[in-house]
């Protein structure tokens, strides 16, 4: 295809989506006003099945597919990352000595880190009740373990988050995400829908039917890959270096597991 031709495909196809996105917007509700037709809708789906938080009803009961492909987009992007951050033939691990670290810094990391990592399970768990959720909980989760690594240094951080139980974790919760899609199939309703499990009790953790099984799946998802993820491009600046490269050379001060 000519660069014309491709120039005239864009513009078209520009022209027509820009033509879609006015008609829309001249069929918006009135600015400011209290009330919204799809608000409306979720909010009352939300009720239907006990889920007091509406943003999780949406994430994970009404749009729940929609929250597979974003849990799909983070599971191929740290797939990625792990191929191209992998060691090569010429590079070597050198072992990072431990840097000094200050007695406060240290005091505080390791203070607040089981703080931050209670914290982070509990917006998971709490996800269909109150804000937050999965998504939230499972990178406050997986950054609190790396206050380790703040407060000691890279190898007590390396003792804690053994990579292949993490990788294996961050698979399991995709699947399981998957497979409660499926057993609603398998019940004789639709891919992912809110009918598997009993609603339960308004306002309690046992509430909202599956949202809390697909909320605790996506916690562990996004937990498990962002360790992955941190673990990649720690070693990556921590440990990796080329064959050629002086372990004692200008890049010395950056391998100290700081």
Known sequence: MSPRARLWLVAVGGAGLAALLLAA??????????????????????????TANTVASVTFDQRAFDTLGEMSILFAAVLGCVVLLRQTRDEHRARPEPAAVSRPVRRYALLVLPLALLTGLYVVAHGQVSPGGGFQGGVVAATALHLLYLGADYRALERVRPLVPYETGDALAASAYLVTGLAALLGGSAFLANTLLPYGTF??????????????????????AVVVLLAGFLDQAV?????GENAEGHDDADRRGK
């Open 25 to 50: 917007c001249l069929d918006l509700p009135r600015f400011g006003g209290d009330r919204h037709p799809y608000g409306d809708r979720a909010v009352e789906a939300s009720l239907s099945r006990h």
């Open 203 to 224: 306002n309690t953790l046992a509430s909202a039917g599956t949202v809390p099984l697909l909320n605790a799946a996506i916690g562990m998802e996004v937990a498990c």
């Open 239 to 243: 440990e990796i270096a080329d064959e």
